[in-house]
């Protein structure tokens, strides 16, 4: 132990035969956070509290001990970062504490942005390559409509004249993704929404594209009958 306390903290979870030895990581990482200048009594033992309920949360999971601090470490962040971000804020005049939950909560909120803006980008890049995948499938019909001895259904051939829709529409969920990416402003919605909306919008597409090249198929087989 170092800076002559000890922490009173310990997880639960920890187990003595395991290879891995959860009680000295955790022992070696406040070491790391000590030496990173992070010395105030409480963020620390907070951190540490914050660090044991995300590793029994891993492991609750199904993730084994190691995997499970490494994710914790992760969540919660290094020593220099967390130093980084102690500055920021600044320390409470008087007694010298530094106000943890704000800082933490504001870390938690600056990864939870990040992660959904990735999300979002994500959700569009799906969308994109699904509505170009829709438009090669209906554009391939055409040749093999010219050189069939038969025409293609009504419906199908409506859907391959319209193709070109298809490239069209992830023109305003692109719209939408630069402007949730780009604005400063937190979202006042749920992260799912946009990807629930958006995957809603392309299964109704997909489905009368899937139907169009069914039909031609469904033709052929009993015409060969």
Same mark, same amino acid.
């Given at each position: 132990?170092?800076?002559?306390?000890?922490?009173?903290?310990?997880?639960?979870?920890?187990?003595?035969?395991?290879? *891995?030895?959860?009680?000295?990581? &955790?022992?070696?990482?406040?070491?790391?956070?000590?030496?990173?200048?992070?010395?105030?009594?409480?963020? $620390?033992?907070?951190?540490?509290?914050?660090?044991?309920?995300? &590793?029994?949360?891993?492991?609750?999971?199904?993730?084994?001990?190691?995997?499970?601090?490494?994710?914790?470490?992760?969540?919660?962040?290094?020593?220099?970062?967390?130093?980084?971000?102690?500055?920021?804020?600044?320390?409470?005049?008087?007694?010298?504490?530094?106000?943890?939950?704000?800082?933490?909560? #504001?870390?938690?909120?600056?990864?939870?942005?990040?992660?959904?803006?990735?999300?979002?980008?994500?959700?569009?890049?799906?969308?994109? *390559?699904?509505? *170009?995948?829709?438009? &090669?499938?209906?554009? $391939?019909?055409?040749?093999?409509?010219?050189?069939?001895?038969?025409?293609?259904?009504?419906?199908?051939? *409506?859907?391959?004249?319209?193709? #070109?829709?298809?490239?069209?529409?992830?023109?305003?969920? #692109?719209?939408?993704? $630069?402007? #949730?990416?780009?604005?400063?402003?937190?979202?006042?919605?749920?992260?799912?929404?946009?990807?629930?909306?958006?995957?809603?919008?392309?299964?109704?597409?997909?489905?009368?594209? $899937?139907?169009?090249?069914?039909?031609?198929?469904?033709?052929?087989? &009993?015409?060969?009958?």
């Amino acid at each position: 132990m170092n800076n002559g306390r000890q922490s009173t903290l310990s997880c639960p979870v920890s187990g003595a035969n395991n290879m *891995f030895d959860l009680e000295q990581a &955790i022992s070696e990482w406040r070491r790391q956070m000590l030496a990173a200048g992070i010395k105030t009594p409480v963020p $620390l033992e907070e951190l540490e509290s914050h660090l044991c309920d995300e &590793i029994e949360q891993q492991i609750q999971s199904g993730t084994n001990e190691q995997h499970a601090f490494e994710a914790a470490v992760q969540q919660i962040g290094h020593g220099n970062m967390l130093k980084t971000e102690f500055r920021k804020v600044g320390e409470t005049k008087g007694d010298g504490l530094i106000n943890y939950h704000r800082i933490y909560s #504001a870390m938690l909120a600056s990864k939870q942005k990040i992660m959904k803006k990735i999300t979002n980008i994500l959700v569009t890049l799906t969308f994109a *390559f699904a509505c *170009f995948s829709l438009w &090669i499938m209906l554009t $391939l019909l055409s040749p093999v409509a010219a050189h069939s001895l038969r025409a293609l259904p009504p419906f199908t051939t *409506f859907l391959v004249g319209m193709r #070109a829709g298809l490239l069209l529409l992830p023109i305003p969920v #692109a719209g939408y993704c $630069l402007y #949730a990416v780009l604005r400063s402003q937190p979202a006042t919605q749920n992260g799912t929404t946009f990807l629930a909306w958006t995957m809603s919008a392309l299964f109704l597409v997909s489905f009368p594209v $899937l139907l169009a090249i069914f039909l031609p198929c469904l033709q052929l087989m &009993i015409q060969m009958k």
